[in-house]
């Protein structure tokens, strides 16, 4: 049996919190849609009425029926000067219309004392009253322990009674926050084992920033040492350096490590056209070199590595591409050999064999092109014009016979 791994989005939040991301309540609402379509477990919309956008998606969102997610509401423990029955954040929680609230707090005794300027021991009952308030009157409540392992290495006695103050109330999972993202992977994973040995019981989860370039790394970490959610954003967007990659920690759980599950075979193959909805909605180029769901994630050039592939794909990918929605791309650049053609003459629907003397012939005019600067890759339809053209009996007619260039500048 695998172990199921909850999938909890936080694009609508983390992600618009990017530099270059700015999400209309529209937007927000259509890449909900697709988040569900694909299966996410969760999809957190933001933090009700703190600004206008926030309060118009919410409001939106009470008329789309979610399939496969639950909509989530982030927002923080109350504020030290109120109750949680006073507390204006809390409220805006319960009154959003999302099934699911998310609430941070601080486990940093650091934080605690500077930022909030406030003992200890008042923390405490602030994340203990709030997750009260919050489970008295939503379906579940999660608890962001932001700066987690910064304050486990600071103090982990204080960041553990955090933990289990926010447990003991009720917080159906507690998640550990790498707020900074300057943890490492192996000490994601001796941190969260020390977890599970002083709270054996408690649901544990990963929110990972990607500061140093590991936030996929680890999560992948944290599941294989207990947790069973993890959070993220399509594409890594998010402030500063990013989020954890949904598009690569969600095959990394469902195909290559043993033992775990987070979306059906079906859901899979919508990776690709997932990632590149996002980036369109959020006028994003798409990242080419994206593992997985890039363009470029399964494209060969090279002569010796297209040739392998003919023979046997795996020898130069690591998975099918099919699997997450993607497919395979011959490129034809003056780097490529005959095998590069071959395989392209096929994908057009020509019929060319190993060993057809006409392969070194357009070889020989992709290479000579190529050095005059022809593009092959990004202009494709050049490539296919090029094979009619040196086709016997090729039916390509020549309708325009270029006369003259002027090329004017300014």
């Known amino acids: 049996m695998s172990t199921k791994i909850f999938l909890y989005d936080t694009t609508l939040r983390d992600g618009a919190q990017s530099e270059d991301v700015n999400l209309s309540a529209t937007d927000k609402v259509r890449i909900a849609r697709?988040?569900?379509?694909?299966?996410?477990?969760?999809?957190?919309?933001?933090?009700?009425?703190?600004?206008?956008?926030?309060?118009?998606f919410f409001n939106a969102m009470r008329g789309v029926e979610l399939r496969n997610a639950k909509l989530a509401a982030f927002g923080s423990t109350h504020h030290p000067s109120h109750t949680p029955e006073t507390d204006p954040t809390l409220n805006a929680l319960v009154s959003s219309g999302a099934r699911v609230a998310a609430v941070f707090g601080k486990s940093c005794p650091r934080h605690v004392e500077v930022a909030l300027g406030i003992s200890r021991e008042r923390n405490l009952e602030i994340i203990g009253n709030s997750i009260s308030f919050l489970k008295k009157n939503m379906e579940e409540a999660f608890f962001d322990a932001e700066h987690f392992f910064d304050g486990f290495k600071r103090d982990p006695e204080y960041a553990l009674a955090v933990l289990r103050t926010a447990r003991e109330h009720g917080a159906d999972c507690l998640v550990l926050c790498d707020t900074n993202g300057g943890t490492m992977?192996?000490?994601?994973?001796s941190i969260i084992r020390t977890v599970r040995e002083r709270l054996p019981f408690a649901p544990l989860g990963i929110h990972a920033h990607n500061d140093c370039e590991l936030a996929v790394a680890n999560s992948l970490a944290a599941v294989n040492s207990g947790a069973i959610q993890v959070q993220g954003t399509v594409n890594g967007i998010g402030e500063r350096c990013g989020n954890a990659n949904l598009c690569s920690v969600i095959p990394n759980l469902q195909v290559k490590m043993k033992g775990f599950s987070c979306l059906s075979g079906a859901s899979l193959t919508r990776l690709k056209s997932t990632a590149a909805f996002v980036?369109?909605?959020?006028?994003?180029?798409?990242?080419?070199?994206?593992?997985?769901?890039?363009?470029?994630?399964?494209?060969?050039?090279?002569?010796?590595?297209?040739?392998?592939?003919?023979?046997?794909?795996?020898?130069?990918?690591?998975?099918?591409?099919?699997?997450?929605?993607?497919?395979?791309?011959?490129?034809?650049?003056?780097?490529?050999?005959?095998?590069?053609?071959?395989?392209?003459?096929?994908?057009?629907?020509?019929?060319?064999?190993?060993?057809?003397?006409?392969?070194?012939?357009?070889?020989?005019?992709?290479?000579?092109?190529?050095?005059?600067?022809?593009?092959?890759?990004?202009?494709?339809?050049?490539?296919?014009?090029?094979?009619?053209?040196?086709?016997?009996?090729?039916?390509?007619?020549?309708?325009?016979?270029?006369?003259?260039?002027?090329?004017?500048?300014?």
């Open 185 to 189: 992977p192996e000490e994601i994973s």
């Open 34 to 56: 697709q988040l569900d379509y694909l299966g996410m477990d969760y999809i957190e919309g933001g933090w009700p009425g703190a600004n206008p956008v926030e309060t118009e």
């Open 279 to 410: 980036s369109e909605v959020s006028n994003l180029a798409p990242f080419r070199r994206q593992p997985f769901v890039g363009n470029a994630a399964f494209a060969h050039k090279g002569g010796v590595h297209v040739s392998a592939i003919m023979k046997e794909s795996a020898l130069y990918e690591h998975i099918d591409p099919s699997l997450v929605g993607n497919a395979q791309r011959v490129l034809m650049t003056e780097q490529g050999g005959r095998s590069n053609i071959l395989s392209l003459s096929r994908t057009l629907g020509f019929e060319l064999e190993k060993g057809d003397p006409l392969l070194d012939v357009l070889s020989a005019a992709v290479k000579k092109n190529a050095a005059l600067g022809y593009d092959y890759v990004a202009a494709p339809a050049s490539a296919e014009l090029l094979f009619l053209r040196h086709m016997p009996d090729s039916a390509l007619k020549p309708y325009f016979n270029i006369l003259r260039t002027v090329v004017l500048t300014s």
